[in-house]
């Protein structure tokens, strides 16, 4: 009965998305999108705007809240069981050309006023959670899955995935470019440089460049820094 009823939804989905998907925002594709596409999200808050060319995948598993912004060429693809999940918080930006993808059991969940900047790409299979206020800019590639290769005599692509999930704690700028790896957590307030690739998980507050990203400095005073918070800081910089 479940998968009927998603096989009716995503019907529906389409058949309004191709009817309004595409009307330019100098008419009244923005207006109209924001009444009707209540209908196919499993909820939708006040005062979206969804630019035309963005493409929706099972509408019915995301959420978006209020004052949500998805631009010109936004893909969000929540297909699969019904475990997926894509949340996108208050005032949450995405922009153009940005690649949203959730598969089985999977739960992307964006939190308030955060930015995702043109050409970024967030997938699963493992969940990823971004925190309120981030800066992801453009190019930045968010992938919580890896593939297994252990074995040298079998095609990698036969070997499986894993998907522990990413987690990147509030108030995060991440530069243009930055790729993090499945597994990873980046701690509250870093900024990470662009270009790096983040491989391992990074304390609050660090400044972190490089391939694999090493953590340079802190960005609190030294008299704010735990004794602690410097061992981890030191043992990420080796």
């Known amino acids: 009965m479940k998968k009927n009823n998603s096989k009716i939804k995503r019907l529906q989905e389409v058949i309004i998305t191709d009817l309004l998907g595409n009307l330019p925002a100098t008419a009244l594709g923005p ?50 069981n019904e475990n997926n999940k894509i949340t996108l918080k208050e005032g949450v930006a995405v922009e153009r050309n940005v690649d949203i993808g959730a598969l089985d059991n999977t739960h992307i969940y964006i939190d308030k006023g955060t930015f995702i900047g043109v050409g970024a790409s967030i997938a699963g299979p493992g969940n990823v959670k971004i925190g309120k206020r981030c800066l992801i800019a453009a190019r930045c590639g ?67 460049v490089g391939t694999p990203a090493k953590v340079i400095k802190s960005r609190l005073p030294e008299d704010a820094i735990n004794p602690k918070d410097l061992e981890i800081i030191s043992a990420n910089s080796v």
């Not at 939708?44 to 995948?57: A, F």
């Not at 990873?184 to 391992?200: D, N």
Request: glycine share 12%; net charge neutral.
């Open 31 to 80: 207006k109209l999108r924001k009444l009707v596409y209540k209908s196919i999200f499993k909820y939708m808050g006040k005062s979206v705007y969804i630019q035309n060319g963005v493409e929706l995948l099972g509408a019915y598993n995301i959420e978006i809240g209020d004052g949500v912004h998805l631009f010109k060429g936004v893909r969000v693809d929540a297909l699969g």
């Open 142 to 208: 968010i992938f919580a899955n890896n593939h297994k290769y252990a074995d040298p005599f079998q095609y990698i692509a036969d070997q499986g995935v894993t998907c522990q999930g990413i987690t990147i704690e509030d108030d995060c700028w991440l530069g243009h470019a930055v790729t993090v790896i499945d597994g990873v957590t980046i701690g509250k307030g870093s900024v990470i440089g662009a270009g790096a690739v983040v491989t391992k998980d990074i304390p609050p507050y660090s400044i972190a």
